[in-house]
T-cell receptor, first 114, second 113 residues
Framework: GQQLNQSPQSMFIQEGEDVSMNCTSSSIFNTWLWYKQDPGEGPVLLIA?????ELTSNGRLTAQFGITRKDSFLNISASIPSDVGIYFCAGQPNLNNAGNMLTFGGGTRLMVKP | NAGVTQTPKFQVLKTGQSMTLQCAQDMNHNSMYWYRQDPGMGLRLIYYSASEGTTDKGEVPNGYNVSRLNKREFSLRLESAAPSQTSVYFC????????????FGSGTRLTVV
């Protein structure tokens, strides 16, 4: 089946630093999504991307849909303690085929030192 | 608040016991899913229901059964719990199968001893 490789697996950064993480696939996706999971909670959708090359922001978060359709990137600027959590990428192969479900990456665990 | 509600939040079972995890959504979504989350493994799909009256196996269905009771409710049953089923279980729903962003519940943390 399709695989999403997400990196890094974990990051321990200082408050105020910028963060970058990415997700790559061996096959093409037509939708990319980024989720955040707070400790003890379920994942919550942060950003959805629907077009190759698209760059979308949500506050301090910016995500990009790679031109090749095989990767996506998430950046967090000026990190704060509440950014702590696990970030998941997810891809959907074909927007028009309802039979193709989301594939999730393994997650990036972010820890922020005040 | 609208969303996906899971019960219970925590459960400890002895090996061989059975239990049902409950999930309900109030967003009129057609599709529902059960995932398990293990350290370093991300989210793995157990079963899903494209619409009321249908259910299908996901990536890791062995040891589980599901019931789509109605459009709102999708339950996950462990008939004979094993330690390998110790995990955090998440229910999710979406408007159509695979479509757009899923809405997740807050999870059930299950320990099998």
């Amino acid at each position: 089946g399709q695989q999403l490789n997400q990196s890094p697996q974990s990051m321990f950064i200082q408050e105020g630093e910028d963060v970058s993480m990415n997700c790559t696939s061996s096959s093409i996706f037509n939708t990319w999504l980024w989720y955040k999971q707070d400790p003890g909670e379920g994942p919550v959708l942060l950003i959805a991307l629907y077009k190759a090359g698209e760059l979308t922001s949500n506050g301090r978060l910016t995500a990009q849909f790679g031109i090749t359709r095989k990767d996506s990137f998430l950046n967090i600027s000026a990190s704060i303690p509440s950014d702590v959590g696990i970030y998941f990428c997810a891809g959907q192969p074909n927007l028009n085929n309802a039979g193709n479900m989301l594939t999730f990456g393994g997650g990036t665990r972010l820890m922020v030192k005040p | 608040n609208a969303g996906v509600t899971q019960t219970p939040k925590f459960q400890v079972l002895k090996t061989g016991q059975s239990m049902t995890l409950q999930c309900a959504q109030d967003m009129n979504h057609n599709s529902m899913y059960w995932y398990r989350q293990d350290p370093g493994m991300g989210l793995r799909l157990i079963y899903y229901s494209a619409s009321e009256g249908t259910t299908d196996k996901g990536e890791v269905p062995n040891g589980y059964n599901v019931s789509r009771l109605n459009k709102r409710e999708f339950s996950l049953r462990l008939e004979s719990a094993a330690p390998s089923q110790t995990s955090v279980y998440f229910c999710a729903s979406s408007e159509v199968l695979g479509g757009g962003g899923y809405t997740f519940g807050s999870g059930t943390r299950l320990t099998v001893v």
